[in-house]
């Protein structure tokens, strides 16, 4: 007799698609209710559905623990969709998600393409796609350099509290004769840094190399990463670093839209 109920289940589209119907639906109020709409009337109206069937699943998402109702309040996220929230976040591996991003900079600019993460005063590489120039960058992914002169650096330092700028500035370091070494003037950089949205290395970090890079977001605004175009001065001008800039700042922005910023 089970067998017999299931197999008319299956068959019957009607019944496939009111399913499909009522968890497209409680997708839709589980976005709703994250975007701020905390109401019964305002979440029905948002969908087109009735009072009683947005009440009927919203009871529902309720009881399996992706809704919290406050009499006083209404509905808001509960802990069932907190947690899987971070299980997505944990599985999440950053330079799988951006390497299609990289690429397609690397492929728009034919320069060298580098992702990095700061871990205390240092950035360190996670990816790199090389560059289709003669000139070839020698770096490698899991290099360290000093944050305060790269790109890389400075364009995660530039969103990050200053007293945590701070700590990472070393102070009087000289990788080349351009590297900045005061604080005043370190500081004065990552304002302007936050201003144009980019940073630059200009010979700072190495003699003859300049980077544009951007800093990544994470879903809570926090920069975690950030993208960078690495090549030898004599291809980045600064004629040519404005476009260069636009181009590495739009794919930092796509990349932060796929971790929820």
Same mark, same amino acid.
């Not at 397609?104 to 590489?125: F, K, M, P, Q, S």
């Given at each position: %007799?089970?067998?017999?109920?299931?197999?008319?289940?299956?068959?019957?589209?009607?019944?496939?698609?009111?399913?499909?119907?009522?968890?497209?639906?409680?997708?839709?109020? @589980?976005?709703?209710?994250?975007?701020?709409?905390?109401?019964?009337?305002?979440?029905?109206?948002? $969908?087109? $559905?009735?009072?009683?069937?947005?009440?009927? *699943?919203?009871?529902?998402?309720?009881?399996?623990?992706?809704?919290?109702?406050?009499?006083? *309040?209404?509905?808001? =996220?509960?802990?069932?969709?907190?947690?899987?929230?971070?299980?997505?976040?944990?599985?999440?591996?950053?330079?799988?998600?951006?390497?299609?991003?990289?690429?397609?900079?690397?492929?728009?600019?034919?320069?060298?393409?580098?992702?990095?993460?700061?871990?205390? /005063?240092?950035? *360190?590489?996670?990816?790199?796609?090389?560059?289709?120039?003669? @000139?070839?960058?020698?770096?490698?992914?899991?290099?360290?350099?000093?944050?305060?002169?790269?790109? =890389?650096?400075?364009?995660?330092?530039?969103?990050?509290?200053?007293?945590? /700028?701070?700590?990472?500035?070393?102070?009087? @370091?000289?990788?080349?004769?351009?590297? *900045?070494?005061?604080?005043?003037?370190?500081?004065?950089?990552?304002?302007?840094?936050?201003?144009?949205?980019?940073?630059?290395? %200009?010979?700072?970090?190495?003699?003859?190399?300049?980077?544009?890079?951007?800093?990544?977001?994470?879903?809570?605004?926090?920069?975690?990463? /950030?993208?960078?175009?690495?090549?030898?001065?004599?291809? =980045?001008?600064?004629?040519?670093?404005?476009?260069?800039?636009? %181009?590495?700042?739009?794919?930092?922005?796509?990349?932060?839209?796929?971790?929820?910023?």
């Amino acid at each position: %007799m089970g067998v017999v109920k299931k197999a008319a289940l299956g068959a019957n589209p009607t019944l496939r698609t009111s399913g499909t119907q009522t968890l497209l639906r409680g997708l839709l109020l @589980l976005e709703k209710v994250g975007e701020g709409v905390r109401d019964l009337p305002t979440l029905a109206s948002s $969908l087109g $559905l009735s009072r009683s069937t947005t009440y009927r *699943i919203l009871s529902a998402l309720v009881r399996a623990g992706y809704l919290v109702h406050e009499p006083k *309040i209404g509905y808001r =996220l509960g802990p069932q969709l907190i947690r899987l929230g971070f299980k997505a976040y944990g599985q999440l591996q950053l330079p799988i998600l951006a390497r299609p991003h990289l690429e397609r900079l690397r492929d728009a600019t034919n320069e060298t393409v580098h992702l990095a993460i700061r871990e205390g /005063a240092e950035v *360190i590489y996670i990816d790199k796609v090389p560059g289709r120039r003669e @000139l070839q960058l020698a770096s490698q992914i899991g290099s360290r350099f000093p944050a305060q002169s790269t790109a =890389l650096g400075k364009a995660i330092l530039a969103w990050l509290p200053e007293e945590e /700028a701070r700590r990472a500035f070393v102070p009087g @370091l000289k990788r080349t004769e351009r590297t *900045i070494a005061e604080w005043e003037l370190f500081l004065d950089e990552l304002k302007r840094t936050r201003q144009r949205g980019y940073a630059l290395d %200009m010979e700072e970090n190495e003699t003859g190399v300049r980077c544009v890079a951007a800093p990544i977001f994470n879903g809570r605004g926090e920069p975690v990463a /950030a993208v960078s175009v690495s090549t030898a001065s004599i291809y =980045l001008d600064d004629t040519r670093v404005p476009e260069v800039a636009h %181009m590495v700042q739009q794919v930092a922005q796509a990349i932060s839209r796929e971790l929820g910023s």
